[in-house]
């Protein structure tokens, strides 16, 4: 019952916070280095060019959605010309 799912929920976020311990921006920091966009960052870009079709949050086969006709184009023509991607500049002289 209710206790199971709260012993469960107890569980996986001590094991989440000993994996990703809980900081200020961190959310974020992992979400850029995955390469996912969200909120004004996905402005006026198509699904493929936000890496939705990694996420398998877009599908060719079925469903209707906005922009269905340009990303099943893009898909089937295999050309994407701008896609975002995870880039990490460090200063070779800092130690991490």
């Known amino acids: 019952g209710e206790s199971e799912r709260a012993k469960r929920q107890q569980h ?13 921006g961190t959310y974020s920091v992992l979400r850029k280095l995955a390469g996912i966009a969200e909120g004004t960052e996905i402005a006026s870009k198509t ?3 936000c890496n939705q079709d990694f996420l398998n949050a877009i599908s060719f086969s079925k469903g209707c959605y906005l922009g269905q006709e340009l990303t099943a184009r893009s898909q089937f023509t295999g050309v994407v010309r701008k896609r975002i991607v995870p880039v990490m500049i460090v200063d070779t002289e800092m130690e991490v």
């Open 12 to 24: 996986f976020e001590t094991l989440m916070n000993n994996f990703f311990p809980s900081a200020p």
């Open 47 to 49: 699904a493929l060019e």
